[in-house]
């Protein structure tokens, strides 16, 4: 009963997680071949394959990037970037989604920086990711503190903490490795034993 037991957690362990990847890399696949194949599939019928949608918009976004950096439709881009920028309701909106892949994908990437943090009263260490060094424009006595965001464990959310520049420790971590082992809540044994400092 206890080998039948075993082997079953085993392949729990072993099926689960390559279930959920295949899940999750389906729906992706299917949300973004759905932005233009919704369009296409009633003009194109049965010749529609699975993926043409998802090429397409590949195709159309580099078209768009390389087109931003032409000088006439450079132009038209920036002045519409200006103009979202002053709508009220849509310039917040429009600032968080433009900042937040611009973290991720542009040339100053957030998220690049392992830190420790110390929790308050408790000599405690959170580990987190530095967004920003850069709060002056929000008050001046900001510009000796950097913007930590702290992942909450086997979730998305997390919290953003204005920390002194001084007690901001950064280590030597890859910041997936990082991100593995906080959001597992450390049961990442690899990143704990090759990674991680002792």
Same mark, same amino acid.
């Given at each position: 009963? @206890?080998?039948?037991?075993?082997?079953? %957690?085993?392949?729990?362990?072993?099926?689960?997680?390559?279930?959920?990847? %295949?899940?999750?890399?389906?729906?992706? *696949?299917?949300?973004?071949?759905?932005?233009?194949?919704?369009?296409?599939?009633?003009?194109?019928?049965?010749?529609?394959?699975?993926?043409?949608?998802?090429?397409?918009?590949?195709?159309?976004?580099?078209?768009?990037?390389?087109?931003?950096?032409?000088?006439?439709?450079?132009?038209?881009?920036?002045?519409?970037?200006?103009?979202?920028?002053?709508?009220?309701?849509?310039?917040?909106?429009?600032?968080?989604?433009?900042?937040?892949?611009?973290?991720?994908?542009?040339?100053?990437?957030?998220?690049? @920086?392992?830190?420790?943090?110390?929790? $308050?009263?408790?000599?405690?260490?959170?580990?987190?990711?530095?967004?920003?060094?850069?709060?002056?424009?929000?008050?001046? $006595?900001?510009?000796?503190?950097?913007?930590?965001?702290?992942?909450?464990?086997?979730?998305?959310?997390? *919290?953003?903490?204005?920390?002194? @520049?001084?007690?901001?420790?950064?280590?030597?971590?890859? $910041?997936?490795?990082?991100?593995?082992?906080?959001?597992?809540?450390?049961?990442?044994?690899?990143?704990? @034993?090759?990674?991680?400092?002792?």
């Amino acid at each position: 009963m @206890k080998n039948l037991v075993k082997n079953f %957690i085993n392949g729990i362990l072993t099926i689960v997680p390559i279930i959920l990847v %295949i899940y999750v890399i389906y729906k992706t *696949f299917m949300f973004l071949d759905g932005l233009l194949g919704d369009v296409l599939k009633p003009h194109m019928k049965d010749d529609y394959l699975p993926g043409f949608g998802l090429l397409l918009t590949i195709i159309l976004i580099t078209v768009l990037g390389w087109l931003s950096t032409r000088f006439i439709t450079g132009s038209i881009v920036k002045l519409a970037d200006r103009l979202l920028e002053k709508i009220p309701v849509v310039k917040t909106i429009y600032s968080v989604i433009k900042d937040t892949i611009g973290s991720f994908l542009g040339e100053k990437k957030s998220f690049s @920086k392992v830190v420790l943090v110390t929790v $308050p009263g408790t000599g405690m260490k959170s580990m987190g990711f530095i967004t920003t060094e850069e709060l002056e424009k929000f008050h001046s $006595p900001l510009q000796n503190y950097a913007a930590v965001y702290i992942p909450q464990t086997f979730q998305v959310a997390g *919290f953003t903490f204005l920390v002194p @520049k001084n007690e901001i420790e950064v280590i030597d971590v890859k $910041p997936e490795d990082a991100m593995k082992f906080i959001l597992s809540g450390g049961m990442t044994t690899k990143a704990k @034993k090759e990674n991680f400092p002792a």
